[in-house]
């Protein structure tokens, strides 16, 4: 595996004004005045530990390449690459530069920017089904907006989906969530072909779209996704893709591309800013179109700062195949876990691929001590889907999560021989 290009220098320890406190301080603090401790759900203690007030870190001061420094003075190697937000390492000197341009030439007037224009007629030329962009913030606003377009289109309500799709109300059956807001949503099961047929011709011509999120831990058979074709087609449905995760990590055009695939409406995000906030809904000209009587608008949503991170990743794509190093770099990232559990004997479970892979442990007390060993090891994993490579992941770091791994795992081990 190639060395990541030379960036800026790794994190190094924090200053007096933020002197080094322990992990517990942190997490008792956030605690204190944020629900769950945390403003993203899978960065909460418990979400990533498995408990409250775990003997491990849980607030970064700086982040470089793969590297974060903690709170508590430590440095971990991490692979969670911020929940696949960032493909190219953290603080990536080309983006960070773009960034920087932009913010002094001031991110927001009364006026679109022209970045707005460039970014959107990029994305047209990269992504196989997009005639028309629209962005905003967030994958779960993208998702929502997608669907939004697909019911004007339509004149329809009832939506099929299968996959995560973010916090919105429209397919969560969260606490706080009226049963009438979601009462036109109902759930697939992944890559099952003929239960998403029987769906789609039960709705029949109320069939708005059906949405998917096409890798959920592994591909899915082209079967599922030619049924999903074939459904929309026949009922005059809209296909809508939930690429959130898989858009410029599979391939620069998102599974869509990868798989020889055409949805009428995709969203991207995530890895499209490397870690800036922003999402980009594209499509099919028509369907896209009903943006102009449907109200879909945030006031920041043509910000430049994340317009200008998302157009040094697609000049990045232009000039290398980032993705296929991605996959290469989880390959050998897989390998070395793959190692590491059948030298401990352990029963955890390697999932995913290589752009996006994850352990998934029997026993979840175990998983928090395997965790929090490796976070002592400096590593960190997710718990849960999933672990993203970047191209800043090295040699190095991929020696370290082999060694890390092997110790926890086989620490676990020695615990239940023990025992």
């Known amino acids: 595996m190639r060395d990541a290009p030379a960036g800026p220098p790794a994190p190094t320890a924090a200053k007096d ?3 080094p406190v322990t992990p517990g301080t942190w997490a008792a603090r956030a605690a204190a005045v944020i629900p769950g401790g945390a403003s993203t759900g899978s960065k909460r203690p418990f979400a990533l530990y498995g408990r409250d007030e775990p003997a491990a870190p849980t607030h970064f001061v700086r982040a470089s390449g793969y590297r974060v420094l903690t709170a508590d003075g430590r440095e971990l190697a991490d692979f969670t690459s911020a929940l696949g937000s960032v493909a190219l ?10 960034v920087c341009d932009a913010v002094a030439a001031g991110t927001v007037s009364g006026l679109a920017s022209t970045l707005e224009v ?5 994305l047209c030329e990269v992504v196989p089904c997009a005639e028309r962009v629209r962005f905003l913030k967030s994958g779960a606003e993208g998702v929502a907006a997608a669907v939004r377009l697909a019911r004007a289109a339509t004149g329809r309500d009832l939506v099929l989906g299968s996959g995560y799709f973010g916090w919105l109300d429209w397919w969560s059956d969260a606490p ?9 949503f109902r759930a697939l099961p992944f890559d099952e072909p003929d239960a998403l047929t029987a769906a789609a011709d039960a709705a029949g011509r109320r069939l708005a779209a059906i ?6 831990e592994r591909l899915p058979s082209p079967a599922w996704m030619r049924a999903a074709r074939a459904a929309c087609d026949r009922h005059g449905a809209v296909l809508v893709l939930d690429e959130v995760k898989t858009g410029f990590r599979l391939h620069a055009g998102g599974y869509q591309a990868y798989a020889d695939v055409r949805p009428d409406v995709a969203v991207v995000g995530k890895a499209l800013a490397n870690g800036f906030p922003l999402a980009a809904v594209l499509g099919r000209a028509d369907v896209m179109e009903e943006a102009r009587r449907s109200w879909i608008s945030s006031t920041l949503a043509g910000e430049t700062a994340a317009l200008a991170a998302a157009r040094a990743v697609l000049d990045r794509h232009a000039r290398e195949d980032v993705c296929g190093r991605l996959w290469r770099t989880g390959e050998a990232q897989m390998a070395v876990a793959r190692e590491a559990l059948v030298a401990s004997g352990t029963d955890a479970a390697l999932l995913g691929i290589p752009p996006m892979w994850f352990l998934r442990h029997a026993d979840a007390a175990r998983e928090t001590r395997v965790l929090e060993r490796l976070a002592g090891l400096g590593v960190l994993l997710k ?4 672990d993203f490579p970047t191209l800043a992941h090295d040699d190095a770091g991929l020696a370290l999560l ?3 791994l092997a110790e926890a795992l086989g620490a676990e081990t020695l615990r239940e021989d023990a025992s």
């Open 17 to 19: 004004d933020s002197a």
């Open 89 to 98: 390492g953290y603080a990536d000197p080309e983006v960070t530069r773009a």
């Open 118 to 122: 460039e970014v959107a007629e990029r």
């Open 176 to 184: 706080g969530v009226p049963q009438g807001v979601r009462a036109d």
């Open 211 to 216: 949405v998917l999120e096409p890798v959920q």
């Open 383 to 386: 718990r849960g889907a999933y």
């Open 402 to 404: 082999g060694r890390a």
